[in-house]
């Protein structure tokens, strides 16, 4: 290794031996249990130091010195590896927030029977007690049960599915086969993952992947693998209709007139789940996320006719969830008819004074409903924002500021005051 970490026959006795103490701190109470959590603290000390006098490299005399080491550039490793270390203890200590944000809970060693986990009294009053509140709440009150909770229902509706089409046997699941469970255990994960798409970058292209790939497209997993489902549902339409020796499998299948004509007009009919699925299934998605997508641009985004219409929408009771039901693919094509519309009512819902910030907030709003993910969306709206404020003579640098410190800033009130911050500056 590097001279810097214990064995990992010594690191396993350290871990059973505070595995062993925590099970014992369990004891505290009354009288006689403290005495013997005193006893397992003290215990716990000395084995630390018995199975350390067993470590060579804990006892060794380590030599920085590169000649005596017989290794080039080994004081630059050893800087390197310092580095490396404290850039572990970071994204270790970040991933805990993560994981707290989602459940609610601090993790701990889950062999430890009756301490899997310690609930989140470790914070303050307030954000312990909201914790508790949300635990409390079952499926609905934290992002992961919640996340289980629809998993397990879409885990269901496959299997009951595969029932219903005869892939699998009538009954209880944990009475069939094990073929049978296999392939029902199959089917289920499949639907489930078809229905809610994947959580990770193995679930979407080598776009995501990498070092870069994670931050070039964070936060855009689920994004990205449903534009790519919307996309299908069009696709899968359109190519339905299409003779099979006309269809050569790249964009320009997409882009037949008579076969979109003939489409349009096939999907005003009856009974269009059994005539053609296909085009039902693309009339449903119109019918559906197309209305939602078009009222939230119009009337709810940046770019909508109606100043002020955003901050009443996202103020009432479950309100913002909605947003999640509108297509980045029909956002995106729609977007030049609805800028068209924008510019067209200008003068007739109300005034617009301001163009130069209208175009910014358009620009950000679909550069959002784009497949970049975190870093290249903070990027441009950077460089966005601060070219506004130059153009402006200084006005919205509050924006730039704060857009600009958002990676590194640790919450949205500090990244708020530090560009007012600036405001106040150069209004000075």
């Known amino acids: 290794m590097s001279g810097l970490e214990l064995e990992s026959s010594t690191t396993k006795k350290i871990h059973i031996s505070m595995m062993n103490y925590l099970k014992n701190k369990r004891l505290r109470g009354n009288k006689k249990a403290k005495e013997d959590f005193d006893k397992a603290k003290e215990d716990f000390d000395n084995e630390i130091s018995e199975i350390l006098k067993g470590s060579g490299l804990w006892t060794q005399e380590v030599h920085f010195d590169p000649l005596n080491e017989g290794v080039d550039n080994y004081k630059q490793r050893i800087k390197d590896r310092q580095k490396n270390l404290k850039r572990k203890r970071k994204v270790d200590f970040t991933n805990k927030l993560v994981a707290y944000a989602i459940s609610m809970e601090w993790k701990m060693n889950k062999n430890i029977k009756g301490w899997r986990v310690i609930p989140a009294i470790t914070f303050d009053y307030t954000f312990g007690n909201w914790a508790k509140v949300r635990k409390a709440a079952g499926k609905f009150g934290t992002m992961s049960d919640t996340e289980q909770f629809i998993r397990s229902i879409s885990f269901i509706i496959g299997v009951r599915r595969g029932q219903k089409l005869g892939y699998l046997p009538p009954g209880n699941p944990w009475e069939f086969s094990a073929d049978d469970r296999n392939r029902a255990i199959s089917m289920g994960s499949n639907i489930q993952e078809y229905t809610n798409f994947g959580l990770s970058t193995q679930d979407v292209g080598q776009y995501n992947w990498g070092d870069t790939g994670k931050l070039t497209g964070k936060f855009k997993y689920w994004s990205q693998q449903k534009a790519g489902h919307d996309m299908r549902i069009i696709r899968d339409a359109i190519v339905g209709l299409q003779d099979i020796g006309s269809i050569r499998g790249t ?72 947003r999640g039901m509108s297509s980045d693919v029909l956002s995106l094509a729609f977007m030049p008819l609805t800028i068209a519309l924008r510019i067209a009512t200008a003068g007739i819902f109300f005034d617009d004074d301001e163009p130069e910030e209208d175009v910014k907030n358009t620009f950000k709003y679909y550069l959002r409903r784009s497949f970049f993910g975190y870093l290249p969306v903070w990027g441009m709206e950077s460089l966005i924002d601060l070219a506004y404020a130059l153009m402006m003579g200084g006005e919205g640098s509050g924006d730039a500021t704060s857009t600009v410190l958002s990676p590194v800033s640790p919450h949205y009130n500090v990244q708020k005051a530090a560009g007012k911050a600036v405001e106040s500056m150069l209004d000075n």
């Open 251 to 322: 964009k320009s299948d997409l882009f037949n007139a008579k076969t979109i004509a003939k489409l349009l007009k096939t999907m005003t009919q009856k009974n269009l789940d059994k005539t053609n699925p296909e085009a039902a299934r693309l009339r449903r998605f119109l019918l559906t996320q197309g209305i939602v997508t078009a009222l939230f641009d119009l009337f709810i985004s940046p770019v909508a006719f109606i100043p002020g219409a955003r901050g009443w929408f996202y103020n009432v009771p479950g309100a913002r969830p909605l």
